[in-house]
């Protein structure tokens, strides 16, 4: 199969990338804003023709939270109308798609792990972007899956595992929220998790979530960080009201993945794949 590969550059692009090598039976062709802008709806019609696309998997997004405040007409563009022009050059050559959407669907209010049936509330213009995508996606009756995921870290690009470990070579302290609630996801997991379903394959239109397994607060996650890097780096415990954002964070993200892995897809303890991200991490510096 030809699978096209959009925002190629970013960390699940990347790692996407990484791990194609493996899935010698397909052809990849991975793209970024320079070669294909994912707004521009002809330009998607030639290349999937062109191509022979079979699939797309589309990991470009405006994932800036808190500067989508002030980009909303941008964030729109990317977000609504860049997976809806994908699932409509897909649909009009019969090939699949997979689109990346975000746990902050919903609005954090949540105590209990969020099942893909649950009320999405977005509550910010990232989430509210992002989920009218996943809307314009499904309305264009193409053959697709939405997989929503959560924390996204790798070795590519910015993220947080990267900044703590900066941060935590220049400080001696800091001070980490304890009152958000999640589960990382490395991108590498993310990535195996799109092939599986992919190679599986499917019709109509469904949602999956994918995190790794288990549940901690950014506070736990700096501290496991800090520990795996023996860094011994102080880490103070506050809350969000302490470090204000223009955008304001879900409180509670949990995603219940038991769809997913009835679906056959593996979803490996969210510490073991830390480790595996920072070995690789830590033998770069
Ligand atoms: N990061 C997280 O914590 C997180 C959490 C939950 C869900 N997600 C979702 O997971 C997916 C992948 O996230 P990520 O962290 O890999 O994102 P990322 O690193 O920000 O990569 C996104 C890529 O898309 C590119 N892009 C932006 N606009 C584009 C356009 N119009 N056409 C084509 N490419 C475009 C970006 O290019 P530029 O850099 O040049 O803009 C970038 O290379 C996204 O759908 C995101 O919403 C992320």
Redesign the pocket.
């Known amino acids: 199969m030809n699978i096209l590969v ?2 190629g ?5 990347c790692s996407i990338k990484k791990i194609s090598t493996q899935y010698p039976a397909h052809k990849f062709l991975f793209t ?2 320079p070669e ?4 521009d709806l002809n330009l998607l019609r030639d290349l999937v023709r062109k191509e022979s696309i079979g699939a797309i998997i589309n ?5 800036a939270v808190d500067k989508a405040e002030d980009c909303q007409e941008l964030a729109a563009k ?1 977000n609504i109308d ?1 997976p809806k022009n994908l699932a409509i050059a897909a649909h009009e050559v019969g090939a699949k798609l997979v689109h ?4 902050y669907v919903f609005g954090g209010k949540s105590s209990l792990p969020l099942k893909e049936s649950d009320e999405t509330a977005p509550i910010g213009v990232y989430g509210k972007t ?1 989920r009218a995508g996943e809307i314009e996606v499904e309305k264009t009756g193409c053959d697709a899956i939405v997989i929503r ?4 870290y790798s070795e590519y ?1 910015n ?1 947080f595992v990267k900044t703590m470990l900066r941060l935590g070579h220049e400080r001696e302290s800091l001070n980490v929220v304890y009152d958000q609630i999640g589960t990382p996801t490395y ?1 590498t997991d993310l990535a195996y998790a799109i092939m599986t379903l992919l190679e599986k394959g499917f019709k109509g239109f469904d949602t999956y979530h994918f995190s790794n397994e288990g549940v901690i607060s950014w506070y736990d996650f700096t501290k496991a960080i800090f520990e795996i890097a023996g860094y011994k780096t102080t880490v103070g415990a506050i809350e969000s009201y302490e470090y204000p954002t223009k955008a304001e964070r879900p409180a509670y993200s949990v995603l219940n993945k038991k769809k997913i892995k009835t679906a056959g897809v593996k979803v490996p303890y969210w510490r073991d794949s830390l480790k595996e991200c920072m070995s690789i991490l830590l033998a770069e510096k």
């Open positions: 959009t925002g550059n970013g960390q699940l692009g970024d804003v294909v802008d994912i707004t990991c470009a997004a405006f994932t990317i860049g990346i959407s975000t746990d992002k995921t959560a924390w996204l690009g993220n991108a």
